[in-house]
């Protein structure tokens, strides 16, 4: 079953040489998020699972089944934790040597790609250990959409969000700063679907990792003089970039070349400037495949946001087909089956469309307006947070966006795109930013900068076009 109903065709990128040489050096970032999904405990996930093992990734492939990528996986070298689904193929006591399982979206060789944000990825020899549901029509197979996939590491099993699986007391299972041993953990999974229900109350607050001796604080006698400006660590993707040294950003550098005067920062606590145009967003909602009205919801959901950021943003219904020079973003229902246990909506990228696509579950429920204000929300532009409208593990009555989202907005106005550190110019220091997520895939990477879902060549030309040639600084700058 294909879950869209128009055919693009990807645009070849051309390969860049200028600038290219800074790529190598730096690491990669993970993907963005913007699909959301029911928030799964470890404990929870270990009881769901129709299968649990530890395996190592064989292959990676991606078939075309109607025009539509899919990417099987196989994992080999098992260890089987639980498997529901031997026992109902009565296949007798040899247990699977191999598990394929199937995720939607994918790059095939005709250059077609589908990019759903969200979904776990995976590399060949990577050794993980896996909660699964037994739902081969679902776009992520895994419990809890990504969740249930841990990557396991010395330190031990680390989720695609940089926690670990800790065993806080026997037949206890939870995340935390620091793994436990995957042996700990597997007798921890075993324990409770032998006991198969939840435990009782919450489990122990996990140990504070040792710091050391110098964790304390204690002066030396020599107090440390502050720097005038402090290197900031705030994310510059992150909704909180924009306040981050207490004051509204700059206005973007101008793109007249190296001439161009640096703009000062505004004054502590100024306001945005008023003169910014809004935000134009248009969107177009299928009404069909689902219980409720979606567009009255659509239409809250964007009354929230307008309400909130007055001003600064205009969310408008748009056709499908209509022209003009913002794209046109689609709303929509998708087949129940895609969506799985856990899955409330799925935010698709495709090649060669400069709109994103989003599909609601139709068991959305009393959850759907939390997940339009989100998902309203990643059209705009915004990133992703822990908490409030913007986390993908959406919370029933999360439907007001908070301050930080409306501060984030602001930045996506005063700043060109280009300037992916939010310092007022196009620099190394936004290379650095481009090198460090090249390769990315997902829905709005900061250094994606054509839309296409793709951190690549294409990106760093962009780059390449507004990049200015300034002497080096002994500080790097600070995001704001």
């Known amino acids: 079953m294909t879950p869209r109903r128009h055919d693009l065709a990807r645009p070849t990128a051309a390969a860049r040489a200028p600038l290219a ?33 530890v395996g190592t990734v064989a292959t990676v492939t991606v078939t075309d089944e109607g025009g539509t990528p899919w990417t099987e996986v196989t994992f080999t070298d098992l260890e089987w934790v639980a498997n529901e689904l031997a026992d109902d193929e009565d296949d007798g006591d040899a247990a699977p040597s191999s598990v394929t399982l199937r995720f939607l979206g994918g790059a095939l060789p005709s250059g077609e790609r589908l990019t759903v944000s969200g979904l776990p990825r995976y590399v060949e020899g990577q050794r993980v250990l896996l909660f699964a549901y037994d739902a081969p029509g679902a776009a992520s197979p895994v419990v809890g959409v990504r969740q249930g996939s841990w990557t396991l590491e010395v330190a031990g099993a680390r989720s695609e969000d940089g926690d670990y699986l800790t065993v806080p007391a026997e037949g206890r299972l939870q995340r935390g700063a620091t793994g436990a041993s995957v042996e700990e953990v597997v007798a921890a999974v075993r324990a409770l679907r032998e006991a198969g229900s939840l435990p009782e109350g919450p489990p122990p607050a996990p140990a504070e990792p040792d710091a050391g001796p110098d964790a304390a604080g204690e002066p030396d006698g020599t107090p440390e003089e502050a720097p005038a400006a402090e290197a900031s660590d705030v994310d510059p993707e992150g909704p909180e970039a924009a306040d981050a040294a207490g004051a509204t950003p700059p206005e973007p550098a101008g793109a007249d070349g190296p001439e161009a005067p640096a703009v000062e920062p505004e004054a502590p606590g100024a306001a945005a400037p008023p003169d910014l145009p809004p935000l134009v967003v248009r969107y177009a909602v299928d009404e069909s495949g689902g219980p409720l009205l979606l567009s009255t919801a659509v239409n809250r959901a964007a009354a929230a946001w307008e309400a909130a950021a007055s001003g600064a943003v205009e969310l408008a219904p748009a056709e499908p087909d209509e022209a003009g020079s913002a794209p046109v973003h689609e ?11 856990d899955a409330l909506s799925l935010t698709l990228s495709r090649s060669g469309s400069a709109g994103t696509e989003v599909l609601v579950s139709p068991s959305a429920g009393s959850l759907l307006e939390p997940v339009l204000v989100h998902e309203l929300g990643v059209l705009i532009g915004l990133p992703e947070t822990d908490a409030g409208v913007m986390s993908h593990a959406v919370v029933a009555g999360a439907v007001a966006p908070t301050e930080a989202d409306v501060a984030a907005l602001d930045a996506l106005r005063t700043f060109r795109p280009e300037d992916l550190n939010r310092d ?26 054509n839309g296409d879902g793709q951190v690549d060549a294409a990106d760093l030309a962009l780059l390449e076009a507004a990049y200015r040639f300034l002497p080096p600084s002994e500080q790097p700058p600070t995001p704001r």
């Open 331 to 341: 709303v929509g229902y998708g087949p129940a089956e895609l969506f799985g246990p």
């Open 424 to 449: 007022g110019v196009v620099d190394f220091y936004d290379l650095d930013v481009l090198a460090r997520s090249f390769g990315a895939s997902g829905v709005n990477l900061a250094a994606d900068l």
């Open 21 to 53: 040489w800074a790529l190598t050096a730096l690491l990669l970032l993970p993907v963005a998020l913007a699909t959301t999904y029911l928030e799964r405990t470890p404990e929870e996930m270990a009881l769901a699972a129709a299968q649990v093992f």
